[in-house]
């Protein structure tokens, strides 16, 4: 986890001094004191549990790369075809945590439901997932499309 603290330029205050009364000169001048910083924490990659052949893999995934390509880096051999959120052949249940996968597909019923394309899925938390039969996800959009 990066921490990165910033000083934006309007969080310094101005202020303006005189001279003294001893002084003969009538100049102004302008000072610049720091007011406050702010602190920020990014985190680089979440926790993300894939459920697949009976069997539970922790991976470290990117919040700007997909679960699906993070798997198949990390050697798993989950099923995909397109990896742009089309064909449906990489389906998933998010048992737990938070995913965008607004580039996919699916309909909001589907993705309200908890069901997820894994080539379309950007982790926004840590999250649980589980790979799930093709049929299982195509049925349920299918259903919805026909509401």
């Known amino acids: ?10 969080l310094f205050k101005q202020t303006t001094k005189f ?14 004191k720091k007011s406050s910083s702010l602190r920020f924490t990014v985190k680089s990659s979440y926790k993300v549990v894939i459920e697949h052949d009976g069997k539970s893999t922790q991976l ?8 699906l ?6 050697g798993l051999s ?5 990896k742009l959120g089309v064909c449906m052949t990489c389906p998933a249940r998010l048992i737990s945590g938070k995913v965008d996968q607004s580039d996919g597909m699916l309909s ?8 997820a394309l894994l080539c379309a899925s950007y982790p926004r938390s840590d ?4 790979v799930i ?14 509401d």
């Open 127 to 130: 999250c649980h997932i589980r």
């Open 133 to 146: 039969p093709e049929d299982e996800l195509l049925s349920m959009q299918l259903a919805t499309a026909n």
């Open 69 to 74: 390509s993070k798997a198949l880096d990390s």
């Open 60 to 67: 470290e995934v990117e919040p700007d790369e997909t679960i």
């Open 108 to 115: 909001d019923d589907v993705v309200e439901r908890g069901y």
């Open 1 to 10: 986890m990066a921490t990165l603290q910033f000083t934006p330029l309007t």
């Open 78 to 82: 989950v099923p995909h075809d397109c």
């Open 19 to 32: 001279p003294s009364s001893s002084s003969s000169s009538s100049s102004q001048f302008n000072t610049y």
